[in-house]
């Protein structure tokens, strides 16, 4: 039972354009959501979170939104930089405190 | 500022052959300890954490034991690999007490078992 799901394996976006990673959920009571950034052969990085109470939360070129009638979170990217490019996963927090992931997204910016 | 530390980096193991990772973090007292552990193409599955010293929990049954000797110190560990126990394994830890906050995570160890 995958409580957590990110259905894009990959995508592909230009340079200075936006980039959109989604994640769907199935528990109703996760009260906070996090995307974590990874590259090959390191740990994920914290890049934002967002609590179950917000819809939107952002950070310099980050915007995560939060649409809990649709189970439903996004990262919005603007503009997306070579950089960008990497792993991205989403979690949720349970009410133990423990995250769930979901399998992550390969965003990959061409210049 | 906080910091944690995770080795080794890679390692090469054969079948049946004992394991034993640690992590340390250091910049703050009484974490919350986690460790994870990713296999290819998968997301991060949670295999043990621990809200203090010799408080352990397990999430799924496996090969693998963990222990917490020390208040900032996180031991992963085995005594008879597997082949399954290969994967790329992480330590995370986050602030305890009761305000929220995200988890942080180490390096990583690369595990092979031959």
């Known amino acids: 039972d995958q409580q957590v799901k990110q259905n894009s394996p990959s995508l592909s976006v230009q340079e200075g354009r936006i980039s959109i990673l989604n994640c769907d959920y199935t528990?109703?009571?996760?009260?906070?959501f996090l995307w974590y950034k990874k590259y090959p052969a390191e740990g994920p990085t914290f890049l934002i979170s967002i609590s179950s109470i917000k819809d939107k939360n952002e950070d310099g070129r980050f915007t995560v939104f939060l649409n809990k009638s649709a189970k439903h979170l996004s990262l919005h990217i603007v503009p997306s930089q070579p950089g960008d490019s990497a792993v991205y996963f989403c979690?949720?927090?349970?009410?133990?405190?423990?995250?769930?992931f979901g399998q992550g997204t390969e965003l990959s910016v061409k210049p | 500022s906080q910091t944690i530390h995770q080795w080794p980096a890679t390692l090469v193991q054969p079948v049946g052959s004992p394991l034993s990772l640690e992590c340390t973090v250091e910049g703050t007292s009484n974490p919350n300890l986690y460790w994870y552990r990713q296999a290819a193409g998968r997301g991060l599955q949670l295999l043990f954490y621990?809200?203090?010293?010799?408080?352990i929990s397990s999430e799924v049954p496996q090969n693998l034991s963990a222990s917490r000797p020390q208040d900032r110190q996180f031991i992963l560990s085995s005594k008879k690999l597997l082949l399954s126990d290969s994967g790329f394994y992480l330590c995370?830890?986050?602030?305890?007490?009761?305000?929220?906050?995200?988890?942080?995570f180490g390096d990583g160890t690369r595990l092979s078992i031959l």
């Open positions: 621990s809200v203090g010293i010799g408080q």
């Open positions: 979690a949720a927090n349970n009410q133990g405190g423990k995250l769930i």
């Open positions: 528990n109703s009571m996760f009260d906070y």
């Open positions: 995370a830890w986050r602030e305890g007490g009761g305000r929220w906050q995200p988890q942080h």
